[in-house]
C-alpha cells in the first residue's frame, strides 16, 4: 500500500474515532445514551426516529451538511451502516479471528516446516 494511501486511512481512522468521541460525550439527557463504537449521525437518527431532543437537534444540520457530498439521509445511512459494520476493518468483518502474521501470509510462508 502506497503512502498516500496509508495516510488516507489512518486520517479517515482519526475522523471516525473523533466522531465517535463526540457521540459518547453529551449525557443521555433526554434518555439517547451514545454508544463507544457509535457515530454521532447514527445516534442522532435513533434519537430522531424516538422523538428525542436530541435527535430533533442535531439530525437536520449534519444530515445537511453531509448531505453535500454524501447525499441524502446521512443519518438514517449511518445508522444502517452499524449493522452492516461498515466502519469495521476488513479483518474484523470476517468474523474469524486470525493468530498469524499478515505480512507472513501474504508471502507464502506460514512459520511451519520452513526449514531448508
Known sequence: MALWQLMRAWGEQ????LDQLANVLPPPLDGTVGYA???LSARCYRAHRDGKIFGRMFMPPIDWLFGLWQGPNHCRNAYIKEFERKNYPDEYRTGTPTFESRTKAANGKNGEGSRA
Open 37 to 39: 463504537d457509535e457515530t
Open 14 to 17: 482519526v475522523f471516525l474515532a
